[in-house]
């Protein structure tokens, strides 16, 4: 949807709120107690519902993402739509008339709840694993020091790509043997062709029930149908979009590395409803 859309769209706060709301009951219009479940509430004059069954009061936006920062809906869907089309927080406080804290809090809701996202399938068929390294550019500090998987300045990444699906990633601690075979099992199905380079972590990967074909990048970087190429391309479509941010924090790098990981797997699609979806989904309980 483009913004001329968008904005006929949200022209006012009813009509922001009842997009929120739509997404919110679904086709069926069932509304859920977030504390026991239980459907079909009855609504208070003051705008909230009580459950008949455990007598809870809550709003609509009880329990989920976007009920996290107190933002009216219409603020709310402009963000995420400036979201949609990387405008930075910076700008997105400016064009939205908030604050630079809540629009980086709302920024920052988004992106947890990217992360929180359902656990895909295990990936199949033809797969192709490769590790990375995020971080800031050699400076002097680090002049002359280790290269590539000896640096200590950057943070490791492990990738997975399924050809002709989507790519799954993960910060890692190091990319050891023990790590990057664990992490493996975890998204790939035993019995796939994975593919990768001829780094000694994937050693024993013919050990653990696939196919393991590996490629020199000493000598080429494709061998017929044995390359990495497409992780490749996803770790320079990261790495671009991630270098206009400035710098990250380790502690905030995840968040920020998840949500390349969706806009790339959705890259063909329209991010605003998905976006929206996300955010509207209830908050997991803490372990």
Request: with cysteine; glycine share 8%.
């Amino acid at each position: 949807m483009d913004v001329f859309g968008f904005s006929t769209l949200v022209r006012s706060d009813a009509a922001a709120a009842q997009i929120v709301r739509r997404f919110c009951v679904g086709k069926f219009g069932h509304v859920h107690c977030p504390k026991c479940d239980a459907a079909w509430p009855y609504y208070l004059a003051e705008g909230r519902y009580r459950c008949r069954r455990c007598r809870h009061t809550f709003g609509l936006l009880t329990g989920r993402w976007m009920g996290q920062c107190r933002l009216g809906p219409r603020t709310w869907l402009w963000l995420i739509k400036l979201f949609e089309l990387e405008v930075t927080a910076l700008q997105a406080a400016r064009q939205a008339r908030v604050s630079y804290p809540t629009a980086l809090r709302a920024y920052t809701t988004l992106r947890r709840a990217l992360l929180h996202l359902a656990a895909p399938e295990l990936l199949t068929h033809e797969v192709e694993l490769d590790e990375s390294y995020f971080g800031p550019s050699r400076s002097r500090r680090y002049r002359g020091g280790p290269r590539g998987r000896g640096t200590r300045a950057k943070t490791p990444v492990f990738g997975v790509l399924e050809r002709g699906g989507q790519v799954h990633v993960e910060v890692v601690r190091d990319v050891t043997a023990t790590t990057l075979v664990n992490s493996t099992i975890k998204l790939v199905k035993r019995g796939s062709i994975v593919y990768s380079d001829q780094w000694r972590g994937y050693a024993t990967l013919a050990y653990c029930g696939y196919r393991h074909l590996k490629v020199n990048h000493t000598r080429r970087y494709t061998q017929g149908k044995v390359h990495v190429n497409g992780l490749e391309g996803f770790w320079s479509y990261a790495k671009g979009k991630l270098i206009r941010h400035r710098g990250i924090s380790p502690r905030y790098f995840p968040l920020y590395l998840y949500e390349m990981q969706f806009r790339y797997n959705h890259r063909r699609q329209d991010l605003f409803p998905l976006l929206l979806k996300a955010v509207l989904k209830p908050v997991p309980d803490p372990l």
